[in-house]
């Protein structure tokens, strides 16, 4: 597989932003089966774009909406249009989309898109490309929720993606797919052929409070009771903040963090948004599911926490590619909760990886309301899809 990278920050006027794109992939050779993935600010007229793309771009195009990019060639990107073209003749690529999700029938709705696509798909699927529009007011459609589905019906294929964002308004996020909107749904692509995918998740959250309890009752994202008392009074107990029933921006860098068993004495920790507080119950509603039995604690997240974990996983993931020759793509997942501590220098976690890449190598990432990356069990090593928070992940491939 190869693949390259284009940019542009013009979103008034499409014309000359399709035809930036154009010239600066004008000379990238296509092989049989290619793929576009856009990332682009919400107030880009996507359908209109679209329009423009698919007069010369006859392979599909999927993406979603995104707080700020990042590429290979320019970094850390504020707002624009972002596209990376995967080509190859050995690599086949399947992709679709669900429509709008709706609340009782999501599951079954996600479920039959993962049927088509299996039904679609030709050769052995190795990996899962996915993304997401959830809204934030939604309880039972968690991102965690939509993996499970996703997760159940690809048998254990590892699941790569994460949650389109827009300008920290949570109404305006979106994906797409060809020529489509979708506000609240999946876009989602099976990639099969000569790929090795590799993963690496590094957790923002270097240091803990002294804060430690078991969920002994909880229902879905809504946790009710820490040990033997409710959510809101052990928060009290530990003079935390209880005086407000949002919460979204209230512990954005002090996250909760979820120990998650997977059995066989393993388990995944993973961070976690405190969304509201139910004052009347005692109880708190996170953006992802809260498994009863879990131990949860509180991270501390800083700028230099930040820049140390994505150091670490250019690092880690620079290591493992360099005796391997077939390696041309990684895609970046990093969390908006990261952005807003790097909020005086967002340009950071770009800096880390610019001049470092090799030059076969392309790179296209986002800031995500949530990350979809397999992530290593604690005492095992084994790999478990996961839905995560406040966390860097790069997929290579």
């Not at 820490?226 to 928060?235: C, E, M, N, R, T």
């Not at 935390?240 to 029933?245: H, N």
């Not at 996250?255 to 139910?278: K, M, N, T, W």
């Not at 039995?293 to 590619?321: H, K, P, S, Y």
Request: charge should be negative; aromatic fraction near 10%.
């Amino acid at each position: 597989m190869r693949s390259f990278t284009a940019y542009t920050g013009e979103i008034d006027d499409l014309d000359a932003a399709v035809e930036e794109l154009f010239a600066q992939t004008r000379d990238f050779a296509l092989a049989k089966n290619t793929m576009a993935l856009l990332f682009t600010e919400e107030e880009t007229d996507y359908p209109a774009l679209y329009e423009r793309l698919s007069q010369r771009w006859d392979f599909p195009v999927i993406g979603c909406t995104a707080m700020a990019m990042l590429t290979d060639k320019l970094g850390y990107c504020r707002g624009g249009i972002s596209v990376l073209l995967l080509t190859a003749d050995d690599c086949t690529f399947t992709i679709g989309a669900t429509g709008e999700l709706e609340r009782p029938h999501f599951k079954e709705q996600l479920a039959q898109l993962c049927r088509d696509l299996n039904a679609r798909h030709t050769g052995e699927a190795k990996l899962v490309l996915n993304y997401y529009a959830i809204p934030v007011t939604e309880e039972e459609m968690s991102g965690s929720n939509l993996l499970a589905v996703i997760n159940e019906e690809m048998h254990g294929l590892p699941i790569y993606g994460g949650v389109a964002s827009d300008d920290l308004d949570f109404m305006a996020n979106c994906v797409f797919c060809n020529g489509s909107v979708i506000k609240t749904g999946v876009v989602m692509v099976l990639i099969s052929g000569n790929i090795s995918p590799r993963f690496v998740c590094v957790n923002s959250v270097e240091r803990t409070a002294p804060f430690s309890y078991e969920i002994t009752k909880s229902d879905g994202t809504i946790v009710r009771r820490l040990g033997g008392v409710s959510f809101v009074d052990a928060l009290r107990k530990e003079n935390m903040r209880t005086d407000q029933e949002d919460m979204m921006s209230a512990y954005i860098l002090s996250p909760f963090v979820v120990s998650v068993d997977q059995g066989e004495g393993d388990y995944v920790r993973v961070a976690r948004i405190l969304a509201r507080l139910d004052l009347t119950t005692g109880a708190g509603r996170f953006l992802s599911v809260m498994p009863e039995g879990a131990t949860l604690g509180i991270g501390l997240v800083n700028c230099d926490d930040v820049c140390m974990t994505v150091e670490r996983a250019f690092t880690r993931v620079l290591r493992e590619i360099a005796q391997q020759e077939d390696c041309s793509t990684f895609l970046c997942n990093s969390c908006s909760a990261r952005y807003l501590a790097l909020i005086n220098d967002p340009s950071v976690e770009a800096q880390t990886y610019l001049g470092r890449l090799p030059e076969s190598v392309s790179l296209m990432g986002f800031y995500a309301y949530g990350e979809c990356c397999p992530t290593r069990g604690e005492r095992t090593g084994r790999e478990y899809n996961m839905y995560h928070n406040f966390t860097f992940t790069i997929l290579a491939m």
